[in-house]
């Protein structure tokens, strides 16, 4: 097929300049250059590709296209992407400089050692925190073949605790996190926290107001209990108060135990199960609440 072009020059040579807008080449690295300008478009083809860019970002890969005057890179083959504390490696990656965007794929992992977070598996789209962007975001889907991304992630702690076992490891089809202290996870939803265990279709944390919020088919087990409810809510690490609140067709099962309300109320001191409260969500007398509003509490 025959590819109309306006004008063609190549270059055997490229200078670091044209690496990226945003970007500079530097040693060690970039070891074989070629630019080739077709129309108005510069592209540079690198092997051994080494960028220092805006921000502090350094990045290296087997080879790269680099296209100078849209601030943009394709990267492909043991791609590293570095960013203080912040480390990704992938098979192959993009990255644009003027929106402070990176897109990664293929091998997948992310490691954030001030945070002690990491993600592996899936695509990336990561929005970096700029001058235009307050908060930096992640988001990161199953790849073509269906793995799901898995992340560990540990909230920051308002105390000195700083226990290990406060990271939440989860899995979904898509997990989306904006900043330290935000995340969600959607699709078939699997966490696990030191002994917990917890199911639903999709989960929400926020550090600032809710802790852990499971939406749908929800459900917590621990070694001595099994939770279930339409929402459970979990008290973010390093709460005044821990608890667990099943809501809506709320059933606990425990040691020679059955409870069934409409919402349970779980109070656990050092991750054990200090006391429990179920009653109805409304008042049972009151003819218009939805039924499973007004369930009252029954134990077996």
């Given at each position: 097929?025959?590819?109309?072009?306006?004008?063609?020059?190549?270059?055997?040579?490229?200078?670091?300049?044209?690496?990226?807008?945003?970007?500079?080449?530097?040693?060690?690295?970039?070891?074989?250059?070629?630019?080739?300008?077709?129309?108005?478009?510069?592209?540079?083809y690198i092997t051994n590709p080494h960028f220092l860019c805006a921000g502090g970002v350094e990045i290296w890969a087997d080879s790269a296209e680099a296209f100078p005057?849209?601030?943009?890179?394709?990267?492909?083959?043991?791609?590293?992407?570095?960013?203080?504390?912040?480390?990704?490696?992938?098979?192959?990656?993009?990255?644009?400089?003027?929106?402070?965007?990176?897109?990664?794929?293929?091998?997948?992992?992310?490691?954030?050692?001030?945070?002690?977070?990491?993600?592996?598996?899936?695509?990336?789209?990561?929005?970096?925190?700029?001058?235009?962007?307050?908060?930096?975001?992640?988001?990161?889907?199953?790849?073509?073949?269906?793995?799901?991304?898995?992340?560990?992630?540990?909230?920051?702690?308002?105390?000195?605790?700083?226990?290990?076992?406060?990271?939440?490891?989860?899995?979904?089809?898509?997990?989306?996190?904006?900043?330290?202290?935000?995340?969600?996870?959607?699709?078939?939803?699997?966490?696990?926290?030191?002994?917990?265990?917890?199911?639903?279709?999709?989960?929400?944390?926020?550090?600032?107001?809710?802790?852990?919020?499971?939406?749908?088919?929800?459900?917590?087990?621990?070694?001595?209990?099994?939770?279930?409810?339409?929402?459970?809510?979990?008290?973010?690490?390093?709460?005044?108060?821990?608890?667990?609140?099943?809501?809506?067709?709320?059933?606990?099962?425990?040691?020679?135990?059955?409870?069934?309300?409409?919402?349970?109320?779980?109070?656990?001191?050092n991750d054990q199960l200090e006391r429990l409260v179920a009653t109805p969500i409304v008042d049972p007398a009151r003819a218009a609440a939805d039924l499973e509003d007004?369930?009252?509490?029954?134990?077996?």
């Amino acid at each position: 097929m025959a590819i109309a072009v306006s004008a063609m020059a190549i270059g055997l040579i490229a200078s670091p300049s044209e690496a990226q807008e945003g970007c500079e080449a530097v040693a060690p690295g970039n070891d074989l250059t070629r630019a080739l300008t077709v129309g108005e478009l510069r592209i540079t083809y690198i092997t051994n590709p080494h960028f220092l860019c805006a921000g502090g970002v350094e990045i290296w890969a087997d080879s790269a296209e680099a296209f100078p005057d849209r601030g943009y890179s394709h990267l492909i083959g043991n791609v590293r992407y570095q960013e203080d504390a912040r480390e990704l490696r992938a098979d192959d990656a993009r990255y644009f400089t003027n929106e402070g965007r990176l897109q990664a794929e293929g091998s997948l992992v992310i490691v954030d050692e001030a945070q002690g977070s990491s993600i592996e598996n899936g695509n990336l789209v990561y929005l970096l925190e700029t001058d235009f962007r307050d908060v930096s975001e992640m988001t990161v889907v199953a790849d073509e073949n269906g793995v799901r991304p898995v992340a560990v992630l540990t909230p920051p702690q308002e105390n000195e605790s700083g226990a290990e076992n406060d990271a939440y490891t989860v899995v979904g089809d898509q997990i989306f996190l904006l900043g330290a202290n935000y995340f969600t996870a959607v699709g078939d939803v699997r966490i696990e926290q030191d002994s917990l265990e917890a199911f639903a279709d999709s989960a929400e944390y926020d550090m600032g107001d809710s802790g852990l919020v499971l939406e749908g088919d929800a459900r917590v087990l621990s070694g001595k209990y099994d939770l279930v409810g339409r929402r459970i809510t979990l008290s973010a690490p390093g709460s005044v108060e821990n608890l667990i609140h099943a809501r809506r067709n709320a059933r606990l099962e425990g040691d020679e135990l059955l409870l069934t309300s409409a919402q349970i109320f779980l109070f656990l001191e050092n991750d054990q199960l200090e006391r429990l409260v179920a009653t109805p969500i409304v008042d049972p007398a009151r003819a218009a609440a939805d039924l499973e509003d007004r369930e009252r509490p029954e134990a077996v």
